[in-house]
């Protein structure tokens, strides 16, 4: 029934920033984790970032440092700021939500392409 719509996704230069947004249909409250995934042509999905219903946060070694994971509670959306953005960061970036009975759901996706 929950429905995840990404949104934000676009063309960027090698060292610009990008935000990129998940819009949930109920209230975020119903999750223990949200997160974004990517998937780039011929690879497997891989995590991205995650964050706790406590606000704990996670991220993948190839982009620490660069993207931040947050949350706004009151409009129900979680947020991927990208900085200093690299061609390997291309790919398609899903937002995932985990529920208190371990049932996971996914948006469609966006494309997210960096150019050098």
């Known amino acids: 029934q929950v429905q995840l719509v990404e949104s934000g996704g676009g063309l960027v230069q090698a060292g610009g920033s990008l935000r990129i947004s998940c819009a949930a249909s109920r209230s975020i409250f119903s999750f223990s984790v949200m997160g974004w995934y990517r998937q780039a042509p011929g690879k497997q999905r891989e995590l991205v970032a995650r964050i706790t219903d406590g606000g704990s946060t996670d991220y993948a070694d190839s982009v620490k440092g660069r993207f931040t994971i947050s949350r706004d509670n009151a409009k129900n959306m979680v947020y991927l700021q990208m900085n200093s953005l690299k061609p390997e960061d291309t790919a398609v970036y899903y937002c995932?939500?985990?529920?208190?009975?371990?049932?996971?759901?996914w948006g469609q996706g966006t494309q997210v392409t960096v150019s050098s």
């Open positions: 995932n939500a985990v529920d208190y009975y371990s049932r996971s759901a």
